[in-house]
């Protein structure tokens, strides 16, 4: 290699790294997305608690634009709300999600909050009517496990992944099942310096022709501190048209949260919680999840019995 050429290849790799947004002394460089993914998990396990502001805007052929406002607050403390356990190492998780969306029959407001016994849900609206649902710890449990091996991708409806996840691992976790990513060129979020991933969608045989429409073929991801990594950005497009976009309009982290323990109790006025599992258009979602980790559990099972290939 020509001494030119081998200072334009330094000149190259030094400009990337000086894009890279700022690290702490002595933290691992990131140069793939699995290092991103490490830096993200450890940012996650050092939260205690979260508050955060998101908007998400969802582009439907031939329809206005209906943007949805998520308030998200999660905690992670030791036993019930207000209480210590002296030597408890295990955190519980307490979160609570307050969900907007603007119709043009009306808006639509759901409260989703967890606790370790379990999810509590209020849904009202001029279109949906009021509702108050419950999703008992076991269930909540199973649904945490779908989660996890399934991938989280989107704010969870009723029953979905944890309310916190779209700002963590578990959302990147499950994109790379879906999407071919790679690290792409830093960019700048609001004025915060961000990590950009960004990929295209795996080929899917599953999906029927019209659903597959549906589908974003490429992802952008923008994950920024500066001190701890959240998604500061997200957008799905297909064929060059934007299908959703997720955008971070305000975070505290630790002790720049101030919470009351009230905030993740919801009790109906005047009535008492409905089984989700009771209602068929809520529980839609909770059946598909759980039909899918069956079929997945199912396959692992099938591919451990048949071992190795030889």
Known sequence: MSSLLMSGVVLSALAAMSQQPKQEAGEKPVRTVQDLLERIRAAD????????????????????????????????????????KPGAAKLDTWSRTDFQM?????????????????????????????????????LMTK???????????????????????????QLLEGLTRKFDLELAKPASVDGVECYHVSGKAKEREDLP???????????DLYYGGPKHLVLRKMVQQREGVTLM???????????????????????????????????PVASTR??????????????????ETKGPKK
């Open 45 to 84: 396990k050092a939260e205690g608690a979260v508050r955060a502001k998101l908007v998400m805007e969802n582009t439907v052929p031939n329809q206005p634009a209906m943007p949805v406002v998520l308030d998200i607050l999660t905690v992670r403390k030791r036993a019930a709300a207000g209480a210590a």
């Open 102 to 138: 603007k119709m043009p029959q009306g808006p639509i407001q759901v409260t989703t909050v967890r606790t370790p016994n379990g999810i509590r849900i209020h849904q009202s609206g001029a279109m949906t009517g009021e509702h108050w649902w419950k999703i008992d710890k076991e």
């Open 143 to 169: 649904l945490d496990t779908a989660a996890k091996k399934l991938g989280a991708e989107a704010p969870a409806g009723a029953g979905g992944p944890a309310p916190g996840a779209l700002l963590g691992a």
């Open 209 to 219: 022709p019209g659903l597959k429409m549906l589908q974003p073929d490429k992802i």
């Open 245 to 279: 976009s997720v955008s971070l309009r305000s975070v505290a982290v630790n002790d720049a949260v101030k919470y009351t323990d009230d905030e993740f109790e919801l009790q109906p006025a005047g009535g008492k919680f409905q089984d989700i599992m009771e209602d």
């Open 286 to 303: 909770i059946r598909l999840m759980l039909q899918d980790l069956g079929k997945l559990e199912e396959e692992q099972r099938e591919s």
